[in-house]
């Protein structure tokens, strides 16, 4: 659907001498989820308040579907957007506050109900927001976002507060909806559990984008690292059938990218060599993140 593509083009945004965002360029195609990540003050809120219209860029443009979000007739019908999980009247009960948001952007009162159920949160309806926990508050905004119905979500956190098995429940629904032809663009610090959710990551840094593209392509290629009495002859033995490219590490092993575990003991079997150890080392997300970012020095 074309309304749901998300449309990043050289946006930028100083607050005086402070340059926020620089020159910053993706999309995000429906039928994904895109992690938006960055360390703090990386620029990712104020991106995505740009996106939204509620900061003005310096330069670029930012679009959702094929206007920008100011353009859109309805911009509920299209996007749905939760920054923070605040902004609730606590003694106003969760269906009363979704009556009124749904009287705001002019859809039926049915559609509260739709989204109490999405979020799980039908049962707790009635009772005031004052009474809600930080992550009844979050499934809360989640339900606000969804009332029109939208083809794109923009969410910053949504894990907060969220206990274990809230996060799953998102996690699940998020690709679920994305499993729709929808499109999601999530910020997150949480990195183990973006891992386990998106497709694609945006990563930034100092407001300028580090890395982009599918997350296999942050993570690198897992490597297998082999022990045995004699390396240089199972590292000439690998080179010759061209299985991988090998190297030798300063422990005595060697690390072979591009063969699976299997085929390198078949090689070192074949040439009479002893393994003593062999395991599968995956990139770890973290250490990719802090090297691209330079979080943490």
Not at 115 to 134: D, E, H, K
Not at 239 to 254: K, M
Request: hydrophobic fraction near 45%.
């Amino acid at each position: 659907m074309d309304d749901g593509w998300v449309t990043v083009e050289g946006l930028s945004k100083r607050f005086g001498a402070v340059v926020a965002v620089e020159d910053l360029t993706f999309t995000v195609a429906p039928g994904t989820v895109c992690g938006f990540l960055g360390p703090n003050g990386s620029g990712k809120t104020t991106t995505l308040r740009m996106l939204l219209g509620l900061v003005r860029p310096t330069a670029g443009r930012a679009w959702i579907g094929r206007a920008r979000y100011a353009d859109l007739p309805f911009p509920a019908r299209v996007v749905g957007a939760v920054l923070e999980a605040q902004g609730f009247h606590p003694g106003r009960t969760a269906r009363a506050h979704l009556l009124a948001c749904a009287a705001a952007v002019r859809v039926p009162d049915v559609a509260v109900d739709h989204a109490l159920g999405a979020v799980g949160l039908a049962s707790a309806a009635g009772r005031r927001v004052g009474t809600y926990s930080l992550g009844m508050r979050q499934r809360l905004a989640l339900a606000t976002a969804l009332l029109g119905d939208p083809a794109v979500l923009v969410l910053d956190e949504p894990g907060n507060g969220l206990d274990p098995e809230g996060i799953a429940w998102l996690r699940e629904f998020l690709r679920g909806f994305a499993a729709e032809g929808r499109t999601v663009l999530v910020a997150s610090h949480v990195l183990a559990e973006i891992e386990q959710t998106v497709d694609d990551v945006v990563v930034v840094s100092r407001g300028r984008c580090v890395h982009r593209g599918p997350l296999a392509g942050l993570r690198g290629r897992p490597r297998v690292l082999v022990t045995c009495p004699d390396p240089g002859r199972l590292a000439g033995a690998i080179e010759r059938t061209g299985a991988g490219r090998v190297e030798a590490l300063a422990d005595g092993r060697l690390a072979v990218t591009g063969a699976e575990a299997a085929r390198v003991g078949d090689i070192a079997l074949a040439a009479g060599v002893a393994v003593h150890g062999l395991r599968t080392e995956r990139p770890d997300l973290e250490q990719a993140f802090l090297r691209l970012t330079g979080a943490g020095r």
